[in-house]
């Protein structure tokens, strides 16, 4: 099993900046993929962003939402079984629960049945 452990998560301006964490503990290294998804109320979980441990996909590095690309940034720390997502110029409609998520397989990256592992959430809100 694996757990996850976001935080990072708050309330800021439209503009602002947020980073969110997301801590991996236990069996991490049956894990080849680490991913963000987000959801409002009323939704399905909308992918965020993509990371291999190894960083890339066949040479292409991590994948992005068209919605955030240029905006958010996924980085990681293997030592510390630790992936970051830095959020710049939040907009409003960025305003969700934030999910952390790992995957055994790669493969299906961007959507979140392809995943094994979810953390519990953390909020986002980005007022106007």
């Known amino acids: 099993q694996v757990q996850l452990v976001e935080s990072g998560g708050g309330e800021v301006q439209a503009g602002g900046s947020l980073r969110l964490s997301c801590a991996a503990s236990g069996r991490t290294s049956s894990t080849d993929t680490m991913g963000w998804f987000r959801q409002t109320p009323g939704k399905e979980r909308e992918f965020v962003v993509a990371v291999r441990w190894s960083g890339f996909w066949n040479g292409v590095g991590p994948i992005y939402a068209d919605s955030v690309k240029g905006r958010f940034t996924i980085s990681r720390d293997n030592a510390k079984n630790t992936v970051y997502l830095q959020m710049n110029s939040l907009k409003p409609e960025d305003t969700a629960t934030y999910y952390c998520?790992?995957?055994?397989?790669?493969?299906?990256?961007?959507?979140?049945?392809?995943?094994?592992?979810w953390g519990q959430g953390t909020q986002v809100t980005v007022s106007s």
């Open positions: 998520a790992a995957a055994n397989s790669g493969y299906y990256a961007i959507t979140s049945p392809g995943y094994d592992y």
